[in-house]
Nanobody
């Protein structure tokens, strides 16, 4: 069992940055692939980024590639999402998720554990 707690969301102006954090509990965290997803009001949850257990393999949605960066610190049981050059369309609740099999995949149903989410609002 893994518990995930996101933090770091908030209100930011267009072009600004936020660093989202995800704190994970559980001894097996370092073996899981981790992902970030987001969900805007009235829309389906969508993939943002994912990272392999070692951090050597990452994947990004085309809408955030070049602006966002995912990273992890297995010694601290932490996953991060650095968000830069934020746009109004990035406004959403951002969720951290864990994949027990260790696959870097963009499909929400392939993730086994989810956090409660953190709100990111980009104002123009």
């Amino acid at each position: 069992q893994v518990q995930l707690v996101e933090s770091g969301g908030g209100l930011v102006q267009v072009g600004g940055s936020l660093r989202l954090s995800c704190a994970a509990s559980g001894r097996t965290f370092s073996s899981y692939a981790m992902g970030w997803f987001r969900q805007a009001p009235g829309k389906e949850r969508e993939f943002v980024a994912a990272i392999s257990w070692s951090g050597s393999n990452t994947a990004y949605a085309s809408s955030v590639k070049g602006r966002f960066a995912i990273s992890r610190d297995n010694a601290k049981n932490m996953v991060y999402l650095q968000t830069n050059s934020l746009k109004p369309e990035d406004t959403a609740v951002y969720y951290c998720a864990a994949n027990r099999v260790g696959l870097v995949v963009p499909t929400p149903s392939r993730y086994d554990y989810w956090g409660q989410g953190t709100q990111v609002t980009v104002s123009s």
